[in-house]
């Protein structure tokens, strides 16, 4: 189970801290990251870090946020800065195993609506 906390509304230019715990969930050999979907658009890949700390971001959000995890609470946070309408949508907290058998889980995702 994925629980999200964080998001909300904010003008351009703010900030934001998205939090997600997986609970009941392993962390060796999975990736957690965030997918956002904007109305009307596909669900697309915001960020991801590997539990060995790797990460990788879309290149719209690049040099705005910052995602890290902390194994020992089994937890994922973004830290959005800089915040453009743009980047308004539903994110979802994701986590995958990475190696065989594959399993995926998505949090129930929460609203980030920025205004400019």
């Known amino acids: 189970q994925l629980v999200e906390s964080g998001g909300g509304s904010v003008q351009a230019g703010g900030s934001l801290r998205l939090s997600c715990l997986a609970s009941?969930?392993?962390?060796?050999?999975?990736?957690m990251g965030w997918y956002r979907q904007a109305p009307g658009k596909q669900r697309e890949l915001v960020a991801s870090v590997t539990s060995g700390g790797t990460t990788n971001y879309a290149d719209s959000v690049e040099g705005r946020f910052t995602i890290s995890r902390d194994n020992r609470k089994n937890t994922v946070e973004m830290q959005m800065n800089d915040l453009k309408s743009e980047d308004t949508g539903v994110y979802y907290c994701y986590t995958r195993r990475v190696v065989t058998p594959t399993f995926l889980y998505w949090g129930q995702g929460t609203q980030v609506t920025v205004s400019s």
């Open positions: 009941g969930i392993g962390y060796t050999n999975f990736v």
